[in-house]
Nanobody, 123 residues
Framework: QVQLVESGGGLVQAGGSLRLSCAASGRTYITYTMGWFRQAPGKEREYVARITGSGGFTYYADSVKGRFTISRDNAKDTMYLQMNSLKPEDTAVYYC????????????????WGKGTLVTVSS
């Protein structure tokens, strides 16, 4: 089993930056693919980005491409999401996710989830 705990959410002004962290626990023989989803009030949960176990592959949603950067430090069992040039429409609860599968393109269905951290971007 894998447990995921997000941190780093908060309030930031438009144009600012914020870094989210996701700490993972529970060892396995396979280094899981990890990524992020988000859900804004009144909207469906949407895919944001993911990174493979070795860090060799990343895939971003069009809405965040060029502004967000996903990375991981396996020695610390931690994944990060660096968010720059934030917009009010980025306001959402951000969820960390993990799975043994890699997925293809924007299609990825992780089985492990964190509880989420709130990011609020003011205009």
């Amino acid at each position: 089993q894998v447990q995921l705990v997000e941190s780093g959410g908060g309030l930031v002004q438009a144009g600012g930056s914020l870094r989210l962290s996701c700490a993972a626990s529970g060892r396995t023989y396979i280094t899981y693919t990890m990524g992020w989803f988000r859900q804004a009030p009144g909207k469906e949960r949407e895919y944001v980005a993911r990174i493979t176990g070795s860090g060799g592959f990343t895939y971003y949603a069009d809405s965040v491409k060029g502004r967000f950067t996903i990375s991981r430090d396996n020695a610390k069992d931690t994944m990060y999401l660096q968010m720059n040039s934030l917009k009010p429409e980025d306001t959402a609860v951000y969820y960390c996710a993990a799975d043994r599968t890699i997925g293809t393109g924007a299609i990825w269905h992780p089985n492990y989830w964190g509880k989420g951290t709130l990011v609020t971007v003011s205009s």
